[in-house]
């Protein structure tokens, strides 16, 4: 399984900074002269190589297969389905990523990059109902064969940053991967009001390989 880049930095600084609490101070002979000070280097040592640990399991990028299938609208995330939202000219599929999720994103369809724009903002907790609105965020806009479609990156109250790797002019397949949030976040999928929307609230969705909609 291999790493997301953006979690390299996250992975490399604490192991490196861990691994210097325990190896140093054990080499010094820190342990003799000064013991209440090197179990303190020990146990933040130890700290700092289980969150490096853990980054590698946050920042996971698994191999998925892509669904495969005639006017499939894919998840562009990982987590589990807040609500959908029934507006005048779309529908809003809104989606909380855990901690525990992996939190790249993907094309719902396959389109052109229309546009992606970076909106600063607060971090509020996911569940809350301003947070789409609110939230620092990454917008980006698919213009497809059925319509335009938009993938709404939202930070949360963990997550501080959204990471999108495409840029207006950019030609995606179904499935491919768009972008990343780092830590808890929401992600919500714009649809024309056309599309079908075939998941439920509570339902569990993957990346690129959950259909969660048809186009009519």
């Not at 289980?50 to 191999?63: G, H, N, Q, T, Y």
């Not at 009001?193 to 390989?209: F, Q, Y």
Request: proline share 6%.
């Amino acid at each position: 399984m291999s790493i997301a880049k953006e979690g390299f930095p996250f992975i490399f600084v604490p192991f490196a900074a861990g691994l210097a609490l325990i190896i140093i101070p054990l080499a010094a002979g820190l342990g003799a002269a000064y013991p209440a000070l090197y179990c303190l280097c020990l146990v933040l040592g130890i700290v700092a190589a289980v969150f490096a640990l853990f980054c590698c399991f946050f920042f996971r990028d698994p191999e998925v297969q892509i669904a495969a299938g005639e006017n499939l609208i894919l998840s562009p995330c990982n987590g589990t389905v807040l609500e959908i939202e029934e507006k005048d000219d779309e529908r809003v599929l809104r989606v909380f990523l855990s901690i525990f999720n992996v939190h790249l994103q993907r094309s719902p369809v396959a389109g052109t990059v229309k546009s992606v724009v970076h909106k600063d903002g607060k971090f509020l907790a996911a569940w809350n109902p301003q947070a789409q609105a609110l939230n620092e965020q990454n917008i980006i806009a698919i213009e497809s064969a059925a319509g335009p479609f938009v993938v709404r990156q939202i930070a949360g109250f963990l997550a501080r940053r959204c990471v999108s790797r495409v840029k207006a002019g950019d030609a995606l397949k179904a499935g491919e991967k768009i972008g990343l949030i780092k830590f808890s976040s929401q992600v919500d999928l714009h649809v024309p009001k056309k599309a079908e929307i075939t998941v439920s609230p509570g339902d569990k969705v993957r990346a690129g390989v959950t259909p969660v909609g048809v186009i009519k």
